[in-house]
């Protein structure tokens, strides 16, 4: 069975402090993996998409990376507006499309 | 551009009854997809649609269904209605074509309270 397993559950950081989340996977074969935001009470952002290990993408001050059996989020100087809940998620090959999320990294970011 | 749309925002309801809730996708995108999201966990599975045809079922009862109408709207279906079905209900849409990556956009959610 698919799964992905985030760590840690929850992270407080001081404005300015970088740091990293870590999303580990077991699938049969790895289609994709994504990243999105979460705040209270709202739908999930889409952040990013890794293809295949060794790829990274950037947005502002969040760095998604790939390995072939884990994914990190680095947040580079993380501000009070980075505050949320980051999930990861993948997609296995063959068969239908079926997303299996993480239970997500709950950031708080203190000024 | 619109993103996806969910309505209705929040909705209560008591056991035993039901519900159905309503989703419109980005235009142009043919995939929907549904996901139960109990407080303090990652979304779960519960349907994918694709050409108006179910494409993907997780494990949830068959209480609940769901559809695709040829405009590409959906709705989600919950019947008999139990309090551990109160959750946030998420529907994603995508413009992936068969065997594409499933890269999603996810609606705000419907808060269903099951009392």
């Known amino acids: 069975e698919d799964q992905v397993t985030q760590s840690p559950e929850a992270l407080r950081l001081q404005e300015g402090e970088s740091s990293s989340l870590n999303c580990s996977y077991t699938v049969s074969g790895l289609r994709g993996l994504f990243w999105y935001r979460q705040d209270p009470g709202k739908g999930p952002e889409f952040l990013f998409t890794?293809?295949?290990a060794g790829e990274e993408k950037e947005k502002e001050r969040l760095k998604a990376t790939l390995t072939k059996k884990e994914s990190f989020l680095h947040i580079t100087a993380p501000k009070p507006e980075d505050s949320a809940t980051y999930l990861c998620a993948v997609q296995v090959s063959g068969g239908y499309q079926k997303v299996t999320f993480g239970i997500g990294t709950k950031l708080q970011v203190i000024p | 551009d619109a993103g996806v749309t969910q309505s209705p925002t929040h909705l209560i309801k008591t056991r035993g009854q039901h519900v159905t809730l309503r989703c419109s996708p980005i235009s142009g995108h043919k995939s929907v997809s549904w996901y139960q999201q109990v407080l303090g966990q990652g979304p779960q599975f519960i349907f994918q649609y694709y050409e108006k045809e179910e494409r993907g079922r997780g494990n949830f009862p068959d209480r609940f269904s769901a559809r695709q109408f040829p405009n590409y709207s959906s709705e989600l279906n919950v019947n008999a209605l139990l309090l551990g079905d109160s959750a946030l209900y998420l529907c994603a849409s995508s413009p992936m074509g068969q065997g594409a990556l499933n890269e999603q956009f996810f609606g705000p959610g419907t808060r269903l309270t099951v009392l």
């Open positions: 890794l293809y295949s």
